[in-house]
């Protein structure tokens, strides 16, 4: 089955602790990237990524990393978690540039406390 | 940055009847313009999608318009079913970025 898969769901942790958040898609989409959702302000672009070692800024990227080694994960980091980065966060892929079918994962709720 | 989707955050219909989705958006450079319909505790899933070269674009049981003089992007859902009740957003792409709006909650009542 096609998909965008995230780990973990659900996540709690404290402020300044390291985190990762998992992304991996199995349709070998080249376009990646990463939202945060939160309430009234829709889903916000974090990074994204056009290929393997390809990643740019999006409109959020403050607080967060990403990198980009294989084709099919792409994962996000946060290196020093702050209780303004609780929030739901998105992954999705599309087949590349100019196709703008973004598939998404089902998402990380975590919370920063 | 961008401005995208002075939605009304709710609509209310009627089962049976048209839904019509409203969205804006400030920046005339972008190429593509997205509807995405979200479900309660899922990701985001695309309707339709429209180029900046067109004014309309048809799917099934739905239809994107452009007016690109008003910068302005509606979504119509056609005999609208209790399967449409989700969060729609509209997106712009410009470049490589995405821009999303703040979302309409499409209630259907039966």
């Known amino acids: 089955e096609a998909q965008v898969t995230q780990n973990p769901r659900y996540l709690i942790t404290v402020t300044g602790k390291k985190l990762t958040v998992t992304c991996s898609q199995n349709?070998?989409?080249?376009?990646m990237s990463w939202y945060r959702q939160d309430p009234g302000l829709g889903l916000r672009q974090i990074y994204y990524s056009m290929n393997v070692e390809v990643t740019d800024k999006g409109d959020v990227p403050e607080g967060y990393k990403v990198s980009r080694k294989e084709k099919r994960n792409f994962p996000l980091i946060l290196e020093s978690p702050s209780p303004n980065q609780t929030s739901l966060y998105f992954c999705a892929s599309s087949l590349g540039s100019g196709d703008y079918e973004q598939y998404f994962g089902p998402g990380t709720r975590l919370t920063v406390t | 940055g961008e401005s995208v989707g002075l939605h009304l955050p709710t609509l209310s219909v009627q089962e049976g009847d048209n839904s019509i989705i409203n969205c804006a958006y400030s920046n005339s450079a972008s190429d593509y313009f997205i509807w995405y319909k979200q479900e309660s505790g899922k990701g985001p899933q695309f309707i339709i999608d429209i180029r900046s070269n067109m004014d309309k674009r048809q799917g099934q049981r739905v239809t994107v318009l452009l007016n690109k003089t008003v910068k302005h992007l509606s979504l119509q859902i056609a005999a609208t079913q209790p399967g449409d009740s989700a969060v729609y957003f509209c997106a712009e792409n410009t470049g490589n970025q995405f821009y999303f709006g703040t979302g309409t909650s499409l209630t259907v009542i039966p």
């Open positions: 349709m070998n989409h080249e376009y």
